[in-house]
Antibody
Framework: EVQLVETGGGLVQPGRSLKLSCVAS????????MSWTRQAPGKGLEWVAS????????YYPDSVKGRFTISRDNAQNTLYLQMNSLRSEDTATYYC???????????WGQGVMVTVSS | EIVLTQSPTTMAASPGEKVTLTCRAS?????MHWYQQRSGTSPKLWIY???KLASGVPNRFSGSGSGTSYSLTINSMETEDAATYYC?????????FGGGTKLELK
């Protein structure tokens, strides 16, 4: 059974940093691209970042480019999202997602809440 | 970036009723994917590559479409189908989602 378990969320002040982690199990982690997708309270879904199976390439939308960094440790079956210079508009539930091909998200974690507020 | 517009935004259906949700893309896409999100839970992949049902999805669901117009159809509404449904395209970078259709039970 595929499982994605996120940790690391919480309350953080604007301008500060936070790092999310996602431990994957139930599949061969290093065979899959992985992604983060977020959902602001009461809003829709937004893709945040993706990383290739080797970790050699990363992809971001303009809304987080230069502030967020996705990375992975294939030996530990773990995905990360380093979030810097956080803004109030980054407040959301962040989901760790496995990427299927052609570019859909076939498994989702339970999500972790990030609140950016002073 | 391709903008996806879902309609209606909200709707209610009675048990047994046929339901059709629509997703329109601002430019042509090759495939459309759909997700179901029940209240308080994570989204689940529901339909991928326009018409393929994800594992465990009842066959009363179907997907169709091409170009800029796609739809998700429920042949006969059941209680458990009440949820928000999102469409998503991955044909053109960046991947984008529609705003969602909230489907309620009448």
């Amino acid at each position: 059974e595929v499982q994605l378990v996120e940790t690391g969320g919480g309350l953080v002040q604007p301008g500060r940093s936070l790092k999310l982690s996602c431990v994957a199990s139930g599949f061969t982690f290093n065979n899959y691209w992985m992604s983060w997708t977020r959902q602001a309270p009461g809003k829709g879904l937004e893709w945040v970042a993706s990383i290739t199976n080797s970790g050699g390439s990363t992809y971001y939308p303009d809304s987080v480019k230069g502030r967020f960094t996705i990375s992975r440790d294939n030996a530990q079956n773990t995905l990360y999202l380093q979030m810097n210079s956080l803004r109030s508009e980054d407040t959301a539930t962040y989901y760790c997602t496995r990427r299927g091909n052609p570019w859909y998200f076939d498994y989702w974690g339970q999500g972790v809440m990030v609140t950016v507020s002073s | 970036e391709i903008v996806l517009t879902q309609s209606p935004t909200t709707m209610a259906a009675s048990p047994g009723e046929k339901v059709t949700l629509t997703c329109r893309a601002s430019s042509s896409v090759s495939y459309m994917h759909w997700y179901q999100q029940r209240s308080g839970t994570s989204p689940k992949l529901w339909i991928y590559e326009t018409s393929k049902l994800a594992s465990g999805v009842p066959n009363r669901f179907s997907g169709s479409g091409s170009g800029t117009s796609y739809s998700l159809t429920i042949n006969s509404m059941e209680t458990e189908d009440a949820a928000t449904y999102y469409c998503q395209q991955g044909s053109s970078y960046p991947p984008t989602f529609g705003g969602g259709t909230k489907l309620e039970l009448k």
